[in-house]
């Protein structure tokens, strides 16, 4: 989990620098909004992760057999809606990362 983190705020920082210069460099203003989408989506994606961590937690200790059920239910959603994230985030740096989009970085 740290690890996304940190690659979100490396989007961050980035997305700072193209913003930028995105008034001289066309490209830059295209990857810049690449980055706020997979920043977004790594929220996402972070949130989903620590709501998991903490129904699991209140549901282990929840003595009513019914809200026991009714967390573990939560929790279950938010891993279907976790698992969607992380899909998104893949399909999102992928996008940042495709040639077309970083040709004018290396040229």
Not at 34 to 47: A, I, K, P, T
Not at 57 to 83: I, K, N, S
Request: with cysteine; charged share 30%.
């Amino acid at each position: 989990m740290d690890a996304i983190h940190a690659v979100r705020l490396s989007a961050k920082r980035f997305r700072y620098v193209l913003d930028a210069m995105s008034d001289v460099v066309p490209e830059a203003a295209e990857q810049a909004r690449c980055l706020s989408r997979l920043q977004q989506v790594l929220g996402r994606f972070n949130d989903d992760v620590n709501a998991e961590q903490w129904l699991t937690d209140r549901a282990a200790r929840e003595t009513d057999p019914v809200r026991a059920f009714l967390l573990g239910g939560l929790v279950m959603q938010v891993r279907r809606h976790r698992d969607l994230q992380r899909s998104r985030w893949q399909k999102a740096w992928a996008r940042v990362k495709a040639p077309s989009r970083t040709a004018w970085l290396e040229g």
